[in-house]
T-cell receptor, first 112, second 114 residues
Framework: GEDVEQSLFLSVREGDSSVINCTYT??????LYWYKQEPGAGLQLLTY?????DMKQDQRLTVLLNKKDKHLSLRIADTQTGDSAIYFC????????????FGQGTTLQVKP | DTGVSQDPRHKITKRGQNVTFRCDPI?????LYWYRQTLGQGPEFLTY????????KSRLLSDRFSAERPKGSFSTLEIQRTEQGDSAMYLC????????????FGSGTRLTVV
């Protein structure tokens, strides 16, 4: 089946690291993505990882992938108030359609 | 190119009315996707086009929904006989076939059925 799960809420203090977790079900997914959504806006692609990688770093963002456990995480270093948003992970099943399966989103609240 | 544009941003309609939304993708993108997002949930796939061909439709797309992309550029999504359960954000996205680094989403059209 197709199901991506995330914890619903995370609260951190400004300057701390945030870790948002995601589990997915399709072990044959080729790419996994993290998107950010600010209030009233569309989704902005933050980063993605190919399924044969276990880590990807992009400035303050670090993505870790554990294929055995089908677990994906997004670490945001030095979290800022501007990082407050909803974060979605998504998997791309192995077809040629480009269709994405999204989790329900994790609301990140950054307190000053 | 200013990205993916959706129109209108907000639409309030009475139950039973028909509504139509428009999406203008990034001009060089040949794939266009429609998703629906309800409050507190992630986007759910509705349908996608490659050029003008509609290649996949989700079972969420009941027969009251129809999408077109007549010239392989902009797309419209029409909902006939709207129901309160249709209230949601309708998101459009575009990409180039084979592009692996995700799509570009528009800001969405928020539909409220009263």
């Amino acid at each position: 089946g197709e199901d991506v799960e995330q914890s619903l809420f995370l609260s951190v203090r400004e300057g701390d690291s945030s870790v948002i977790n995601c589990t997915y079900t399709d072990s044959s997914s080729t790419y996994l993505y993290w998107y950010k959504q600010e209030p009233g806006a569309g989704l902005q692609l933050l980063t993605y990882i190919f399924s044969n990688m276990d880590m990807k770093q992009d400035q303050r963002l670090t993505v870790l992938l554990n294929k055995k456990d089908k677990h994906l995480s997004l670490r945001i270093a030095d979290t800022q108030t501007g990082d407050s948003a909803i974060y979605f992970c998504a998997e791309s099943p192995p077809s040629n359609t480009g269709k994405l399966i999204f989790g329900q989103g994790t609301t990140l609240q950054v307190k000053p | 190119d200013t990205g993916v544009s959706q129109d209108p941003r907000h639409k309030i309609t009475k139950r039973g009315q028909n509504v139509t939304f428009r999406c203008d993708p990034i001009s060089e993108h040949n794939r266009l996707y429609w998703y629906r997002q309800t409050l507190g949930q992630g986007p759910e796939f509705l349908t996608y086009f490659q050029n003008e061909a509609q290649l996949e439709k989700s079972r969420l797309l009941s027969d009251r929904f129809s999408a077109e992309r007549p010239k392989g550029s902009f797309s419209t999504l029409e909902i006939q006989r709207t129901e309160q359960g249709d209230s949601a954000m309708y998101l459009c996205a575009s990409s180039w076939a084979g592009q692996v680094h995700g799509y570009t989403f528009g800001s969405g059209t928020r539909l409220t059925v009263v």
